[in-house]
């Protein structure tokens, strides 16, 4: 016979340990949350520094598209000399968030990776400055190829394809928002 | 049983890796790198413990039906506090081991040792055994993780010890290459272990 009482006392525990549980995690995260998004932004404004290492001031301002998730117009000296978006691509085990420099020319000035949650050892290689660096000075519509990589093409990390390919598409889309946001700005 | 001997079971005898055979996907997921392997184990090493000490103090709180579910949701909430507060008040660290601390919910040791021991021994004892099975975990994942480097990317702990003069085999680095070399090493041991066996018999008799 199955005993109400029994499995209502069990419910009842189990309740009490989830309640307690997310309570905390909810306390945790209200506590942590505006530090990791102080650390989020911090870690931005050092990667554009990289990406485009001509411009002093990074302005956000108004995103054009909904590919991209955030835009800084880069200046040096009171002039715009180009243009950082942070945008994401689904890399092979969830989005990849990339910082993309791209120049008043539509030319790429770097690249860097600011989360993801790729292979260690396979996907998470895309971190390397030897993946990173294959695309600065590159333009629009990049190709991803596996070795010999032409004039507007990348090699791909081996046996990481899928996060190539991720990182190249969110850098074409980073050139293509870009130029509309440049040709807003002059 | 002596705190020495849980420590020595977790090391050697019950191997979590290689004796118990538990954990087996971060272990083949994560080993290409020795630097990998020693972020995973330590970072796993970490959660069983807290995880052990935990689920021993509520021994006796949590009744027998809904134990397991009660071990995933204390798991689970221990290693997303970990990673808050990691992420928010250590993030250099945090964004070098990246995603093993998600990862180490899904590793079958920490519910396994909950269940096989924290669950029925002393707080200070379970904090010893997740301590050793932590470490044995951590060693075996250093010396899959070591070979693998060597062998598939030429370096070790990203120094480079060859690569120009022979390429090395990077189906070594690659899914199959955990399972050949996690095979090999599996096999030495036992080879190791039944010569060891047989010299105690022969001793005996």
Same mark, same amino acid.
């Given at each position: 016979?199955?005993?109400?009482?029994?499995?209502?006392?069990?419910?009842?525990?189990?309740?009490?340990?989830?309640?307690?549980?997310?309570?905390?995690?909810?306390?945790?995260?209200?506590?942590?949350?505006?530090?990791?998004?102080?650390?989020?932004?911090?870690?931005?404004?050092?990667?554009?520094?990289?990406?485009?290492?001509?411009?002093?001031?990074?302005?956000?301002?108004?995103?054009?598209?909904?590919?991209?998730?955030?835009?800084?117009? /880069?200046?040096?000296?009171?002039?715009?000399?180009?243009?950082?978006?942070?945008?994401?691509?689904?890399?092979?085990?969830?989005?990849?968030?990339?910082?993309?420099?791209?120049?008043?020319?539509?030319?790429?000035?770097?690249?860097?990776?600011? =989360?993801?949650?790729?292979?260690?050892?396979?996907?998470?290689?895309?971190?390397?400055?030897?993946?990173?660096?294959?695309?600065?000075?590159?333009?629009?519509?990049i190709?991803?190829?596996?070795?010999? /990589?032409?004039?507007?093409?990348?090699?791909?990390?081996?046996?990481?394809?899928?996060?190539?390919?991720?990182?190249?598409?969110?850098?074409?889309?980073?050139? =293509?928002?870009?130029?509309?946001?440049?040709?807003?700005?002059? | 049983?002596?705190?020495?001997?849980?420590?020595?079971?977790?090391?050697?005898?019950? #191997? +979590?890796?290689?004796?118990?055979?538990?954990?087996?996907? +971060?272990?083949? !997921?994560?080993? @290409?790198?020795?630097?990998?392997?020693?972020?995973?184990?330590?970072?796993?090493?970490?959660?069983?413990?807290?995880?052990?000490?935990?689920?021993?103090?509520?021994?006796?709180?949590?009744?027998?039906?809904?134990?397991?579910?009660a071990?995933?949701?204390?798991?689970? @909430? !221990?290693? @997303? $506090?970990?990673?808050?507060?990691? #992420? !928010?008040?250590?993030?250099?660290?945090?964004?070098?081991?990246?995603?093993?601390?998600p990862?180490?919910?899904? #590793?079958?040791?920490?519910?396994?040792?909950?269940?096989?021991?924290?669950?029925? #021994?002393?707080?200070?004892?379970?904090? $010893?055994?997740?301590?050793?099975?932590?470490?044995g975990?951590?060693?075996?994942?250093?010396?899959?993780? !070591?070979?693998?480097?060597?062998?598939?990317?030429?370096?070790?702990?990203?120094?480079?010890?060859y690569?120009d003069?022979?390429?090395?085999?990077?189906?070594?680095?690659?899914?199959?290459?955990?399972?050949?070399?996690?095979?090999?090493?599996?096999?030495v041991?036992?080879?190791?272990?039944?010569?060891?066996?047989?010299?105690?018999?022969?001793?005996?008799?």
């Open positions: 016979m199955i005993n109400v009482k029994e499995i209502f006392r069990v419910g009842l525990i189990l309740f009490i340990i989830a309640a307690l549980s997310s309570l905390l995690l909810a306390y945790a995260n209200q506590v942590t949350a505006p530090l990791i998004e102080e650390n989020t932004r911090k870690k931005t404004e050092a990667s554009m520094s990289v990406v485009m290492p001509d411009a002093d001031t990074f302005e956000q301002v108004e995103n054009t598209s909904d590919d991209i998730v955030e835009a800084y117009v /880069a200046k040096a000296g009171g002039e715009t000399v180009g243009v950082c978006i942070v945008c994401e691509e689904n890399g092979y085990n969830g989005a990849v968030r990339i910082v993309a420099g791209v120049d008043d020319e539509g030319k790429v000035t770097g690249v860097d990776i600011l =989360s993801h949650s790729e292979t260690p050892g396979l996907g998470a290689n895309a971190e390397k400055d030897s993946f990173k660096d294959q695309f600065k000075g590159k333009t629009a519509d190709g991803v190829v596996k070795s010999n /990589a032409g004039a507007n093409e990348i090699n791909a990390i081996s046996g990481a394809t899928i996060t190539s390919r991720a990182v190249t598409g969110a850098v074409n889309k980073a050139i =293509s928002a870009a130029a509309d946001i440049l040709e807003e700005v002059q | 049983m002596k705190g020495i001997e849980v420590l020595k079971r977790g090391l050697i005898t019950e #191997n +979590p890796t290689f004796v118990q055979l538990l954990g087996m996907c +971060p272990t083949l !997921a994560v080993t @290409t790198s020795l630097k990998n392997g020693l972020g995973m184990g330590l970072s796993a090493t970490a959660v069983l413990i807290a995880s052990n000490v935990i689920i021993s103090l509520l021994r006796k709180l949590i009744p027998d039906k809904i134990r397991i579910a071990y995933i949701v204390i798991i689970a @909430t !221990a290693v @997303t $506090l970990i990673q808050m507060i990691l #992420n !928010a008040y250590l993030p250099d660290l945090a964004s070098s081991l990246g995603i093993f601390i990862l180490i919910v899904v #590793n079958c040791i920490i519910l396994a040792r909950a269940e096989a021991f924290a669950s029925k #021994n002393t707080v200070g004892k379970s904090a $010893l055994d997740g301590l050793g099975m932590g470490l975990f951590t060693g075996a994942l250093c010396i899959i993780s !070591a070979v693998r480097e060597i062998l598939g990317s030429g370096t070790i702990w990203n120094i480079q010890l690569g003069v022979i390429q090395p085999a990077s189906i070594i680095t690659l899914a199959p290459g955990g399972f050949i070399v996690l095979g090999i090493i599996i096999g041991i036992n080879a190791i272990k039944g010569r060891h066996e047989s010299k105690a018999a022969g001793e005996r008799g």
